[in-house]
């Protein structure tokens, strides 16, 4: 399948999903997420789920992960859209969110973390492959910023449906997940 054909079927599918259905399916990837190999991390880059396009509860997973680690840090993303580029923003409890003419929610701080200190990171995507390819929004954000992460920094995948069989028209830029949840199951690349 090409990504293009890929994310407007799984656009339209998340869509279809009602609140009740979400609900259960977050419920469930945080279910499956407790059985995930996941080691003991520092600093996490989340993401603000996008509610109008219906994007898994990133929250839930994150407080999974700091009710491990409570002194675990939590960044989001701070986007440029005219450069496509993104920074990692530390955030507390107490960081307020304001809503981008974009529609993103970024973090109102000033904290910089470098690609570097990132142990793990969330990636948004629309759907993904057996191989771990993914189909994101199309615009490269995160390809370009996995680029300058550790090798060995964890790239966790959060998805309401199972992966396509291959998204065949991959880049040699396009950076693979190492896990991806499912509702299902844990998918380990
Ligand atoms: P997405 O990963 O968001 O689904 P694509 O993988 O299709 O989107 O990438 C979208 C565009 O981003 C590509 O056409 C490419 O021009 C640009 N891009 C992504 N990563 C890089 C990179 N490392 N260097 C330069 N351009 C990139
Ligand atoms: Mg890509």
């Known amino acids: 399948m090409l990504k293009k054909d890929a994310r407007k079927l799984y656009r339209e599918k998340r869509m279809q999903l009602t609140a009740r259905e979400r609900d259960k399916l977050d419920d469930l990837l945080l279910i499956r997420m407790q059985t995930a190999p996941i080691p003991f991390i520092q600093t996490l880059l989340s993401y603000w789920p996008i509610?109008?396009?219906?994007?898994?509860?990133?929250?839930?997973?994150?407080?999974?992960?700091?009710?491990?680690?409570?002194?675990?840090?939590?960044?989001?993303?701070?986007?440029?859209?005219?450069?496509?580029?993104m920074e990692a923003i530390l955030t507390t409890d107490d960081t307020t969110f304001i809503q981008k003419e974009n529609n993103l929610f970024e973090p109102d701080a000033q904290t910089v973390i470098a690609p570097e200190q990132l142990d793990m990171i969330f990636v948004p995507l629309l759907i993904f492959d057996k191989a771990g390819y993914r189909a994101g929004f199309g615009k490269g954000f995160y390809d370009r910023y996995l680029a300058c992460c550790r090798p060995d920094c964890i790239k966790i995948g959060f998805s309401y449906f199972e992966p396509v069989e291959r998204l065949e028209d991959r880049h040699e830029f396009d950076v693979p997940l190492n896990l991806c949840i499912t509702p299902e199951q844990v998918y380990v690349f």
């Open 51 to 85: 509610a109008a396009s219906h994007e898994p509860a990133t929250q839930l997973f994150s407080d999974f992960l700091s009710l491990a680690n409570p002194s675990l840090a939590v960044c989001y993303p701070r986007t440029d859209f005219k450069n496509h580029t």
